[in-house]
Each structure stands twice: as C-alpha cells, then as structure tokens.
C-alpha cells in the first residue's frame, strides 16, 4: 500500500479516527465530572472512586502521546493498526465502568457504587495492561521498561481483584499514582522527527482540537435544549448572553493557541499544561447548562442564579491558567497587549463573582463583549 497520496500520508489519515476515539473516551470522563458537579447536592461522593478517574485520564493522556511512535511500524505494516486500537477500546469500556448514569437516583452514592465495581474496575485494568504488553511487543520492542511498569501493574490489578482489604485498595491506588508519575517524567523529548512528513507536533494538535470540540459540543447541546424544548423553559437573558460570549473567549483561546504550537511537542510536560485550559474550560462549560430530566420543566433563571458565582469563578480560573501558559509556552513579555487584556477579563469574572447586585453583573456581561469585540480586532 502507497504511504501517500497527494502528501496525505497513510499515518495522518489513520490517526484521525485514532484521535476520535480517544477523544470521545475522553468525553465520557468530562461529561462523567461535569454530572458530578450538576449533582453535586445529591450525590455521595467516594475519594477513591475520584482518584480512580483521575488516575484512569492520566493514563489516557499517557498512553496517547507514546502512541505516535506506532506509526513508524503502522506505515510499514498498516494491518498492525487494528491491534492499535485495541487500548482505547478498553480505556471505554473502563470509563462506562467509573462513569454510571447520575441522572437515575441508583447511582447518586458512588461510594456505595464503586465498591460494587470495584473488582470489575481491577478485571479492565488488567485487560488493558495485557493490552500494553501485545502493543509494546509489536510497536516498541526495544522499550524494557514499558515491560516491567506494564507487568507490575497487572501483578497489582491482581493482588487489588483478590483482596477485601481497604488498605491495601488505597496502597495499589498510591502505588499506581506513583508508576504513572514516573512513566510521565520519564517520558523522553522527540526532536524534530516526522513520520511520513506526520509531526509530533500535528499529532498531538489532533487530540487538543478534540478535547476543544468536546467543550464545543457542550454548548450546542446546551443551546439545542433550550430550542427543542422551548415551551418547558423559564429563560433568562443573561444566562442566554453569558453562554454565547462564554462561547467566544473559548474560540479566542483556541485561535490564540496557535503560537503555543512550537512547545507542545518539546516534552510531555508542555502537552498536559496544554491540555489544562480546555479541560477547565470544559468544567465552566458544565455547569452553565443544566442536566435536564425527561418531562421536567426548566428554569434557567433559577439555575443561573443559583451557579453564576461559581461559573465566574470558574471563568476566573480559565482566563488566569490561560494568561499562565501563554507565558509560559509564548515568546511574550510580561506588560503585553495580551496580558492586558486578560488582566481584564480576570478582573470583570471576579467582580462578577463577587458582587450580589444584578447592575453590576449585567455591567460585566456588556463590558466583557466590548473587551471580546476589541480583542478579536485589535
């Protein structure tokens, strides 16, 4: 088989549809958190169970930055790119197992809910280790080390399976935190090296324009309930103006992710800080749209008034971590038109998270376009 056609190499085509499953797993983990905190009133929560999910995405952003160095063998050997796919695969099923559905009342005690799954939990931990083994066999042969991380996770998803024992769940627990941890730092920098003109660089972009997209989705979905189930909501005008501006700033961060490009692939590092931005900004997105029940009716204006202070603050949060990794990962100094207004938009979500007059909020909304407005121009 060509490993071109019209410089769209066969690694670039396959990865694509790699990208979209590891992006929809991921979207089972936001929308699973993003139900967690809609439900946070109802919900009894399990520490382990949160370190579980946790743990579980660190591995996925893991295993997805060492995946691209499969394409050297996919390239060679394109029927070897089914066995690929084979670990995200699993990584689902793993997140249908820690994510059950919070809208139906069985599932609101999760401590409850997770010592029930508990050793199914162990049962696709170890499945997808053995799948990390066939992989390493096929796709990095010369990786020892992978062998024995991989291998002693099994050996402890065992031990974890077999075992009634609390102390000894959180002991495998630390245990794993500690093995991811050192797999991420050990993690070695790739220079400037592309796979049939397929960068490092572009291979990760894939993944944070889906995680991106997820956030996106949110919105849409959002804005579809509002418009197909019209007659059953109480709308409120600042709730439908937060939504669409909040929408802007997520597309003015992604446009000015752009000049970030040249960091991501220096090391794994520079990839997860990237990838913190779109994942707080997914949480803002969350919680500024309901959960809907079939058949209930809506408010909107209740349920703004009710999350605004933590939605600002949230907001607060993404603009601040944006300003941070911008001059991190940006050739930037510190007195900059970008910094400037950014220090604004923390100050305008601030103000508005703080204050507990409807004016000033309002104020806020009005000033935050103008600011959106003449940032996007300027």
Not at 33 to 41: E, G, K, Q, V
Not at 93 to 105: K, R, Y
Not at 196 to 202: A, I, K, M, P, Y
Request: aromatic content about 18%.
């Amino acid at each position: 088989m060509e490993s071109t056609n019209d410089s769209f190499s066969i690694v670039e085509y396959l990865s694509i549809f790699t990208a979209f499953i590891y992006g929809y797993v991921a979207t089972r983990f936001f929308s699973g958190w993003s139900a967690m905190i809609n439900f946070r009133h109802s919900v009894r929560f399990s520490k382990e169970h949160l370190a579980w999910t946790l743990l579980t995405f660190g591995l996925l952003i893991d295993v997805w930055w060492g995946s691209w160095i499969k394409g050297h063998t996919i390239t060679k050997h394109v029927s070897l790119y089914y066995l690929s796919l084979l670990s995200p695969i699993i990584f689902y099923l793993i997140s249908v197992i820690l994510f059950p559905p919070l809208s139906d009342d069985r599932f609101l005690d999760l401590r409850k809910y997770f010592y029930s799954v508990r050793r199914r939990n162990y049962m696709a931990f170890i499945i997808l280790f053995i799948s990390f083994l066939i992989n390493d066999y096929f796709f990095k042969p010369l990786i020892i080390p992978n062998y024995c991380l991989n291998a002693s996770a099994i050996a402890f998803a065992v031990v974890g399976s077999l075992s009634y024992s609390l102390f000894m769940h959180r002991f495998i627990l630390t245990v794993a935190w500690a093995m991811l941890i050192t797999h991420i730092i050990s993690q070695p920098p790739i220079w400037s090296v592309t796979i049939d003109g397929f960068s490092l660089t572009e291979y990760l972009t894939v993944f944070i324009a889906f995680i991106y997209g997820i956030a996106a989705s949110r919105f849409f979905s959002g804005w579809g309930m509002m418009i197909t189930k019209f007659d059953r909501i109480t709308f409120s005008k600042e709730h439908i103006a937060w939504t669409l501006l909040a929408f802007g700033l997520m597309m003015d961060f992604w446009t000015g992710s752009w000049e970030r490009e040249s960091y991501i692939a220096l090391n794994i590092n520079y990839f997860i800080l990237s990838l913190t931005l779109p994942m707080i900004f997914f949480v803002v997105v969350a919680v500024s749209f309901p959960n809907v029940k079939n058949g209930e009716q809506i408010d909107l204006k209740g349920f703004y008034q009710s999350h605004k202070k933590m939605i600002y603050s949230l907001m607060a949060c993404a603009i601040f971590f944006n300003a941070v990794i911008a001059n991190i990962m940006e050739e930037n100094y510190l007195l900059s038109n970008e910094n400037f207004f950014r220090a604004i938009g923390i100050g305008l979500a601030l103000t508005a998270a703080f204050s507990s007059k409807q004016l000033t909020e309002r104020v806020v909304l009005v000033i935050g376009w103008i600011t959106l407005v003449v940032h996007t121009f300027v």
